[in-house]
């Protein structure tokens, strides 16, 4: 897995390759369970795709190898670029390069993001200190108001 850099107020910097690029997950968010629900979904989506697509371009041209590896290779390319935009949507713009660069294969988008799940273990624990801090920040809030 790639090194955290530091985790600050619930920001967590992960350098992601030798040249010190890096990408953010900020823990705090709300709607981050359901970002990494979501991205988990999508990556077994697209994979299902791709397998689906690779069965029916090995029926289209069963009595022609060179076809099928052709439009295979094809698809596969349409899927790693698919993921790519999966992960990039929420991991930010443009994370995908600074960790894979131009590599495109069959795998490695699954197997990153389940790296990811050590640094989003204490996700659970985050939640509950997300409800803390907002019921505290609108009951000052409400306080105000009245």
């Given at each position: 897995?790639?090194?955290?850099?530091y985790e600050k107020k619930g920001v967590k910097?992960?350098?992601?390759?030798?040249?010190?690029?890096?990408?953010?997950?900020?823990?705090?968010?709300?709607?981050?369970?359901?970002?990494?629900?979501?991205?988990?979904?999508?990556?077994?989506?697209?994979?299902?795709?791709?397998?689906?697509?690779?069965?029916?371009?090995?029926?289209?041209?069963?009595?022609?190898?060179?076809?099928?590896?052709?439009?295979?290779?094809?698809?596969?390319?349409?899927?790693?670029?698919?993921?790519?935009?999966?992960?990039?949507?929420?991991?930010?713009?443009?994370?995908?390069?600074?960790?894979?660069?131009?590599?495109?294969?069959?795998?490695?988008?699954?197997?990153?993001?389940?790296?990811?799940?050590d640094v989003l273990s204490g996700l659970e624990?985050?939640?509950?200190?997300?409800?803390?801090?907002?019921?505290?920040?609108?009951?000052?809030?409400?306080?105000?108001?009245?």
């Open positions: 897995m790639d090194k955290v850099i910097q992960i350098q992601v390759n030798e040249q010190g690029d890096y990408i953010e997950i900020d823990l705090m968010d709300i709607e981050l369970p359901f970002k990494v629900e979501n991205t988990r979904k999508e990556l077994i989506r697209q994979n299902n795709i791709f397998k689906n697509r690779c069965k029916a371009i090995e029926k289209q041209y069963k009595d022609n190898e060179e076809l099928i590896r052709v439009n295979q290779y094809k698809a596969e390319i349409d899927f790693c670029n698919k993921c790519r935009e999966v992960l990039d949507g929420f991991l930010g713009k443009g994370a995908c390069h600074k960790i894979f660069g131009d590599t495109n294969r069959y795998g490695m988008f699954d197997q990153y993001f389940e790296q990811l799940a624990m985050d939640i509950k200190a997300i409800k803390e801090e907002l019921m505290a920040r609108y009951k000052k809030n409400t306080e105000v108001i009245k």
